[in-house]
């Protein structure tokens, strides 16, 4: 199995860390990008080392992704079997980071942008209710189900979900329509849409996203 890696930050206060931020960057990019969120979030999380890995397949253009893409052809269907194919390498990430620093699951956040978002939602409603997450926050992505979703078997963290309504990249119904599946499913989901933005991450869109990991680290 591939072993990813990339940047990372302590805890700002310092001492051991009692939580973790997973960040999962778009196609294109890698974990220096995403990184960048961590200050924004040290805050609310003072006690938590955030780590931004690379994607583990390199793109002709530079930088990383989590699954290839049919540009020519079908996307969705490359979209759909990509995240099955990837899933697997991010799930093993995350374990050796439990095992690593002794963080649980239910003090984690698994978030992403865009390709990485899809991965994040993907990844941490397939996990199993014993390995259930703080939560996930996925930024201008869209949502495939996994094997088994709804059976309650397996985990339900609560979502946030970000998206620019003026995305060309990545359809902002997507997010929408992610929205509505989780919500019929009885997640809890914190749903944003931000005005006049493409496909980047907003100030508004920011903020919301740091009251819901705010929200949910009360828990």
């Not at 009692?18 to 960057?25: C, F, M, N, P, Q």
């Not at 990844?123 to 996994?146: D, H, W």
């Not at 995305?167 to 902002?172: A, G, L």
């Amino acid at each position: 199995m591939i072993k990813l890696s990339g940047p990372m930050l302590a805890p700002a206060n310092g001492g051991a860390p009692d939580s973790a931020v997973v960040l999962l960057h778009g196609y294109g990019s890698d974990g220096n990008d995403l990184i960048g969120l961590a200050p924004h979030w040290q805050k609310v999380l003072p006690g938590a080392v955030f780590v931004a890995p690379h994607a583990p397949i390199g793109t002709e253009m530079g930088g990383f992704q989590w699954f290839a893409i049919d540009w020519t052809g079908d996307r969705v269907a490359s979209r759909q079997t990509g995240v099955l194919r990837a899933r697997p390498v991010v799930e093993e990430f995350l374990a050796d980071l439990w095992t690593q620093t002794g963080i649980v699951p239910d003090r984690t956040i698994l978030g992403g942008f865009s390709q990485g978002a899809m991965m994040a939602l993907h990844v941490g409603t397939a996990l199993p209710k014993s390995r259930q997450l703080m939560g996930i926050v996925g930024f201008s992505g869209a949502y495939l189900p996994p094997d088994g979703f709804g059976n309650g078997a397996l985990a339900q963290p609560p979502v946030c979900l970000v998206h620019g309504d003026m995305d060309e990249v990545v359809d902002p119904n997507l997010s929408a329509e992610a929205n509505a599946v989780l919500g019929e499913a009885g997640f809890d989901v914190s749903y944003h849409v931000s005005r006049g933005v493409g496909h980047g991450i907003a100030p508004d869109g920011l903020g919301f996203a740091t009251d819901f990991i705010a929200k949910v680290s009360r828990k």
